[in-house]
């Protein structure tokens, strides 16, 4: 009986009229060719459409004129919103002006003016001021065993004044000098740390600045690149203009490297960063001026300036997706460390964070990163208004 059955389902199958293969066949072309003519040539989608209007508006992409500000006040004090003013002139020349404020109410007004490029263009005057409060700032204690709970807060009030020259000699070289005064002071809400162990705090400090910095920056723009790097080495000395015992000196060298794959929709980046301090004599480094992990960019996992002390490594890894011109989605991994001294650095130490982040940008800035890290004292939720590096 089995036999026959199959015998019968084989019939069946051979048994379908050739006209009806024919019509099925007349029917799909048919259809195809209805969607041949409504579909047009290959574009961006609706979504994307919107998106590029919002991210290349003249306020957004800081065209000239108003523009919205969003940000940092000051690393630990967390996002910020506000408002700036732009204007061009020739020659590169440019007048900026800021203001914002944060969730905790921290606020900023700063202004920057470039001067006519000189030299055909391989040579630029800047001057600059600010005015800064920054509220809520956390302290930990120093050394990368600080505990959590000993975290004690205070206000940070800096206002500085500087100018800078930049030499361009070469298409992606940079030789930048300055000069900046600055003057602040700190108050504590509930003191935990001795002035031995919190160098600095609730003392008026006046400081000549002196800085230079030597860069190689092959990124397409410092804002947002999918493909080139940056090798910066900066170094500084920091005089305090009272005799107090707080003058130091200090080097950062900083490595950005990015590959870019298939046809830079994924990009792999990678990160290196090392600051190095010097106190004269038996001076200090006062906390606010002191190299620190823990921030946007910074060791992502962990609360903002967690981890503080006169020396830092910071190793970064992020692979990145573009499913959008106008997005990125991201992985990513952080690793670093603070000591005392630098001989203390040690790889097997190093507190790691990772976590996953979309970015969302125009062709040569970022207008707003949001990640979720992890570290080992829990989960961080990041929102900034540029690229982590």
Not at 226 to 247: D, I, K, M, V
Not at 312 to 324: A, F
Request: net charge positive; no cysteine.
């Amino acid at each position: 009986m089995a036999t026959v059955i199959y015998a019968l389902i084989a019939l069946l199958a051979f048994a379908v009229p050739s006209a009806a293969q024919t019509t099925r066949v007349e029917v799909i072309a048919e259809e195809q060719a209805e969607k041949a003519k409504a579909v047009g040539p290959e574009g961006p989608s609706e979504a994307e459409r919107i998106i590029r209007r919002i991210l290349l508006s003249p306020l957004l992409s800081g065209g000239e004129g108003l523009y919205p500000w969003f940000g940092s006040v000051f690393s630990g004090t967390g996002m910020a919103v506000g408002a700036g003013f732009l204007k061009r002139f020739e020659n590169a020349s440019f007048f900026n002006l800021q203001s914002g404020i944060s969730l905790n109410r921290s606020t900023v007004l700063r202004g920057g003016f470039a001067a006519p490029a000189l030299w055909r263009g391989k040579m630029q005057f800047e001057t600059n001021g600010q005015w800064l409060r920054a509220r809520g700032m956390s302290f930990y204690g120093l050394g990368q065993d600080s505990a959590r709970e000993d975290r004690e807060r205070f206000d940070y009030t800096p206002k500085d004044i500087g100018a800078s020259v930049t030499l361009k000699p070469r298409r992606f070289l940079s030789v930048t000098g300055g000069y900046t005064f600055m003057n602040f002071d700190t108050q504590r809400d509930a003191p935990r740390f001795s002035a031995a162990e919190a160098p600095g705090m609730d003392e008026e400090l006046n400081y000549n600045i002196v800085r230079g910095t030597v860069a190689f920056d092959w990124r397409t723009s410092p804002g947002y690149s999918t493909r080139g790097g940056l090798y910066r080495a900066s170094f500084e000395r920091n005089q305090e203009t009272q005799s107090l015992p707080y003058s130091f000196s200090s080097q950062e060298y900083e490595i950005v490297q990015l590959v870019p794959l298939v046809r830079e929709q994924f990009v792999l980046a990678a990160r290196g960063l090392v600051t190095l301090t010097t106190p004269d004599g038996r001076d200090e480094v006062p906390v606010m001026l002191a190299p620190f992990l823990g921030s946007g960019s910074t060791l992502r996992g962990y609360s903002n300036r967690r981890f503080t002390d006169r020396n830092r490594m910071l190793l970064t890894g992020e692979y990145r997706w573009r499913p959008s011109r106008y997005i990125d989605l991201a992985l990513f991994m952080d690793a670093g460390q603070v000591a005392a001294n630098r001989r203390d650095f040690d790889l097997a130490e190093f507190d790691v964070a990772w976590g996953v982040g979309a970015r969302f940008h125009g062709p040569h800035f970022t207008a707003l990163r949001l990640e979720v890290a992890r570290g080992r004292e829990g989960i961080r939720i990041i929102f900034a208004g540029s690229q982590p590096f």
